[in-house]
């Protein structure tokens, strides 16, 4: 099975930097994806790491190390529209395919 | 512009009551999911199904039942409604996985069910 660990919740200020956290135990995956929410919306796709290694999309970047079974998230020049829920994710090979998600972390920008 | 579509944004139902959640995607992905979504508990899977007819329960799946009749349709069924199934439920598609292939999820915008 697959289990993944955030934490709950970050606060940062406008323009600062975050880095969120995610630890997963897996039976084998395709890759670690994110996933971010605003109250009321569905998830989006942030961005998705296939390989170690670090993918950068504009003001997000996200890590990668299969050795160390972690990732993170990283947010730069912080927005208020940042603020919201981030779900890591993998993509199970053993078992349909399925999407499992962290539990989520709240993130909330102060001005 | 690629979309998922849930019938309802909000139900209220009685308990007992036999409800349908209907869920529908534009971009002819095989796989489809069922999710519901509860402070603190992140996103739990309830029902998958990666083909037309196919369905394989998730991590939460009684009280549930799913059905695929055509591969742009993945409909959720809440036989008998419980007021533990008050939550957020959200549909999501996507194409099967490969090895470094990025087949993101597509998640409809959720129904709320609140069932008294």
């Known amino acids: 099975g697959q289990s993944l660990e955030q934490p709950s919740e970050v606060t940062a200020v406008e323009g600062a930097i975050v880095q969120i956290n995610c630890t997963y135990q897996t039976s084998g995956f395709y890759g670690l994806s994110w996933y971010q929410q605003h109250d009321g919306g569905a998830p989006t796709f942030l961005s998705y790491?296939?390989?170690?290694g670090l993918e950068e999309t504009g003001r997000f970047s996200s890590f990668l190390s299969r050795s160390d079974s972690y990732g993170y998230l990283l947010l730069q020049e912080l927005q208020m529209k940042d603020s919201a829920s981030y779900f890591c994710?993998?993509?199970?090979?053993?078992?349909?395919?399925?999407?499992?998600f962290g539990p989520g972390t709240r993130l909330s920008v102060l001005p | 512009d690629v979309k998922v579509t849930q019938s309802s944004r909000y139900l209220v139902k009685r308990t007992g009551e036999k409800v349908f959640l209907e869920c529908v995607q534009d971009?002819?992905?095989?796989?489809m999911f069922w999710y519901r979504q509860d402070p603190g508990l992140g996103l739990r899977l309830i029902y998958f199904s990666y083909d037309v007819k196919m369905k394989e329960k998730g991590d939460i799946p009684e009280g549930y039942s799913v059905s695929r009749e055509k591969k742009e349709r993945f409909s959720l069924i809440l036989e008998s409604a419980s007021t533990n199934q008050t939550s957020m439920y959200l549909c999501a598609s996507s194409q099967p996985a490969g090895r470094n292939m990025n087949t993101e999820a597509f998640f409809g915008q959720g129904t709320r069910l609140t069932v008294v």
């Open positions: 994710a993998v993509r199970d090979k053993n078992y349909g395919q399925n999407f499992v």
């Open positions: 971009m002819d992905h095989e796989n």
């Open positions: 790491n296939a390989l170690d």
